[in-house]
C-alpha cells in the first residue's frame, strides 16, 4: 500500500513536468505547466538521470538538459514554446549539431541530423528566440 502512494506522487511530479520519453526512440520532452519561465527539474531514464532547467524571457528560450550520471541517447526532442523559433542552436558536449525543427501547437518537435549520446558531466543546450 505504501509503494502505490509514493508512485502517485512521482506521477504528479512527472505531470508538472510535462516530461516525456522513450529510451529505444531517443526521445525526451519537457513541457513545465509551474512557473516555465524559470524551470529546474530532476529527470530519470532508463540508464541515467539527470536535470532540466530553462528560462524564458521576450528574446530567448534557453534549455539545458545535464547528465548527472550513467548516459542518455538523444535523437528528438520537444519543449512547449508559445513562438514559433525564428533561429534555433543545438549543442551538445559543447559541440554544435545539425537538425531540423517542426512548431506546432505551442510545441517545437527538434530532430537532430544524427542521434547523441550523453555521458554524464555532458549537457545538451538549446537556444531559440
Same mark, same amino acid.
Given at each position: 500500500?505504501?509503494?502505490?502512494?509514493?508512485?502517485? @506522487?512521482? &506521477? !504528479? =511530479?512527472?505531470?508538472?513536468?510535462?516530461? /516525456?520519453? +522513450?529510451?529505444?526512440?531517443?526521445?525526451? &520532452?519537457?513541457?513545465?505547466?509551474?512557473?516555465? /519561465?524559470? =524551470? %529546474?527539474? #530532476? =529527470?530519470? @531514464?532508463? /540508464?541515467?538521470? &539527470?536535470? =532540466?532547467?530553462?528560462?524564458?524571457? /521576450?528574446?530567448? +528560450?534557453?534549455?539545458?538538459?545535464?547528465? *548527472?550520471?550513467? @548516459?542518455?541517447?538523444?535523437?528528438?526532442?520537444?519543449? #512547449?514554446?508559445? *513562438? %514559433?523559433?525564428? +533561429?534555433?542552436?543545438?549543442?551538445? #558536449?559543447?559541440?554544435? !549539431?545539425?537538425?531540423? +525543427?517542426?512548431?506546432?501547437?505551442?510545441? !517545437?518537435?527538434?530532430?537532430?541530423?544524427?542521434?547523441?549520446? !550523453?555521458?554524464? &558531466?555532458? *549537457?545538451? #543546450?538549446?537556444?531559440?528566440?
Amino acid at each position: 500500500d505504501h509503494y502505490a502512494r509514493s508512485m502517485a @506522487s512521482y &506521477g !504528479v =511530479f512527472l505531470a508538472a513536468c510535462g516530461f /516525456e520519453y +522513450h529510451g529505444p526512440k531517443g526521445h525526451i &520532452g519537457f513541457a513545465p505547466r509551474i512557473t516555465p /519561465e524559470d =524551470f %529546474k527539474a #530532476a =529527470f530519470t @531514464s532508463a /540508464e541515467g538521470w &539527470g536535470t =532540466f532547467r530553462q528560462t524564458i524571457n /521576450e528574446k530567448s +528560450h534557453e534549455a539545458e538538459i545535464e547528465l *548527472k550520471y550513467g @548516459s542518455l541517447l538523444v535523437r528528438t526532442l520537444a519543449l #512547449a514554446t508559445t *513562438k %514559433k523559433p525564428k +533561429h534555433l542552436t543545438v549543442t551538445v #558536449a559543447g559541440k554544435n !549539431v545539425a537538425c531540423t +525543427h517542426v512548431f506546432q501547437e505551442n510545441r !517545437v518537435l527538434i530532430t537532430l541530423n544524427e542521434s547523441a549520446q !550523453v555521458n554524464t &558531466g555532458e *549537457k545538451v #543546450a538549446l537556444v531559440f528566440g
